[in-house]
């Protein structure tokens, strides 16, 4: 199991777990309950999967063969979960019919009483008083932003402030996953924009061609954006 693989690795190269947490700057609880399989005490899935990518790394050990055996535990866990009997479902002691009878004839009653009374609704147009200009209804308009002409590529930068899991998605279907770390800058160049995910949306800085844009959401949020 997951679990039994990275302590076995670990115990073979001779290197206490606190200092793993310590060269990674994970906390040692999660290293913990990884290699106890004690999933409910991790964070949610997406940084999972990253704190198992970068073990494994250190423990210089595939990623995919570790990421594979977490995806087939997590699967017997749910299956586990889905096989207990849903609750019994509660049935009105009356027929529902019963009581939809009536109301529907009550209902027919009132479009027959009610309808045939009903004229047709002219619609009146206010004139303006003489001297008068008629009212101008304005709407606030937001000028879009040009992140440039199409030939100049556009420049994503990325200032972490805290642990934060992303995924960049360019053109011509190219793609990376990062996890960044408080005090880190990364910057990537695209002609057709990015397609961006984030695990923690307080923890980043976005600035797109040197346009500062903001803190992309709270702390702990996952949010997925396209720029421009």
Known sequence: MLGEILKEKREELGVDLKEVAHTLRIQYEYLKA???NDFKKLPPDVYTRAYIREYARFLTIDPAILLDEYTKQQKGTNTAIQTEAPPAEKRPP??????????????????????????????????????????????AQVPPFHAGSGSKPNMLTVNAVETT???????????????????????????????????????????????DMGIPGARGQVVKLTLP
């Open 165 to 211: 899991w992303l995924r960049i998605e360019m053109e011509g279907g190219m793609s990376e996953e990062v996890l960044m770390k408080p005090g880190e800058t990364k910057q990537w160049t695209s002609t057709n924009g990015f397609s961006i995910k984030v695990g923690n949306a307080g923890g980043v800085r976005l600035a797109l061609n040197d346009r």
């Open 34 to 36: 990884l290699e106890n």
């Open 94 to 139: 009356y027929p529902l019919k019963i009581f939809f009878v009536p109301f529907s004839m009550i209902i027919i009653v009132i479009l027959i009483i009610y309808f045939p009374r009903m004229g047709p609704v002219k619609k009146t147009e206010e004139l303006p008083i003489a001297g008068n200009p008629p009212p101008v209804h304005e709407e």
